[in-house]
């Protein structure tokens, strides 16, 4: 089994407006439109059997709305790591709902400007960790390096110090270009990691130490989909100098007990 916990797409009739801002933003270019039919596509073709869609809320208001379609979207195949915003002031009753037909909760510190250590969002994690939720946020710099970083390894650190039971998913391996930090910080801690945007930006060998050097029951598939096509990052994993049982945690069953999947 292959569970990808770390793809987005969009409602069709806004993708390609999503498409255009965020190749221009990054300056990348998607491998597919960032709708659920081409993930399904990709999907098919690479024998990923669930892909976990991650959206993000800019802006407070938009948090139900984003919510509202995710609802709709899960499937089988499709799980959701729904939208929430630290300035949305209804997050009690939306994390009610997020538990109720969701899997997770994604957050973008970088894209909706706040600091993951700020003590005014306690109320908001201990809720998110009494409920049981995963959270998944963005750590370490933008692909745009034009924005601050307000989720670096040692601001996660806080946040798992003073959350131990929070299930937290520190993206990009605890911090896209920060992992000599993140070797500081997390490595080894308990703290789930995922692997979208990782595995092509470090020499292989120090990739498979970083992976080694981390609990094996933390470490989690995911790829980014539209920036980047699965096969292209399963590929890679299945090629890792790693032991065969832990390519399977990896790939599939921390997800599967994170998220509840038999």
């Known amino acids: 089994m292959i569970i990808d916990i770390h793809t987005h797409v969009w409602p069709e009739k806004i993708s390609s407006k999503a498409r255009e801002h965020l190749e221009g933003l990054f300056n990348v270019k ?21 892909s976990v869609v991650n959206s993000v809320a800019t802006k407070p208001e938009q948090v139900p709305g984003i919510n509202d379609w995710l609802f709709k979207q899960r499937s089988e195949n499709i799980r959701i ?30 894209f909706q400007n706040f600091y993951v250590d700020d003590a005014a969002n306690d109320p908001l994690y201990a809720e998110i960790e009494r409920l049981g939720i995963p959270l998944l946020f963005h750590c370490g710099k933008e692909l745009s390096h034009n924005m601050l970083v307000h989720s670096s390894p ?102 599967r007990e994170l998220l509840g999947i038999n």
């Open 30 to 50: 998607m491998v597919g439109d960032p709708t659920l039919g081409t993930l399904q596509e990709f999907m098919h073709r690479n024998n990923v059997d669930i």
């Open 154 to 255: 040692d601001r996660i650190a806080k946040v798992i110090q003073k959350f131990p039971s929070l299930k937290l998913i520190a993206a990009h391996f605890g911090g896209f270009e920060l992992w000599d930090e993140v070797k500081i910080h997390l490595l080894g801690k308990d703290v789930y990691m995922d692997t979208a945007f990782f595995f092509h930006f470090l020499p292989k060998e120090q990739i498979r130490e970083l992976i080694l050097g981390h609990r094996p029951d933390r470490i989690l598939f995911g790829t980014d989909f539209p920036l980047i096509d699965q096969r292209k990052d399963i590929e890679f994993l299945q090629s890792l100098d790693i032991p065969s049982d832990l390519k399977r945690c990896i790939f599939s069953d921390n997800a």
């Open 81 to 110: 790591f729904c939208a929430m915003h630290p300035g949305y002031s209804l997050w009690r009753e939306e994390l009610k709902r997020i538990k109720e037909n969701g899997d997770g909760i994604k957050m973008q510190p970088e």
